[in-house]
């Protein structure tokens, strides 16, 4: 069960690592990319938020550029057996 549980922690880490990796050049400011993995029982979920100027660039003309970074990540939760999903947080709070 250890082993498992660090095993999904590595894998989450690698596959935040590789959306970050994906989204950063799409961005006019990649300072503004936050990209979260939060692992849920069977399950890793990527949360990306961007600055609102940035939002066309990741989602890409008729969501193209999201629609083919879940692809990815679906093409890897086969291989590894575990559901990644990736979420773009849209409803951006306030910041202080």
Known sequence: MANEMTASKDLAVEMEALVRDMIKPLLNDPRELSVK???LTGRITIEVETSQDDVQYVLGR???????????MKAYSG?????????YVTDRMTRS
């Not at 008729?62 to 990815?72: F, T, V, Y």
């Not at 291989?79 to 990736?86: H, L």
Request: hydrophobic fraction near 45%.
């Open 62 to 72: 008729g969501a193209s550029n999201m629609k083919a970074i879940r692809q990815l």
């Open 79 to 87: 291989r590894y057996g575990i559901k990644i999903e990736v979420d």
């Open 37 to 39: 993995a939060v692992r």
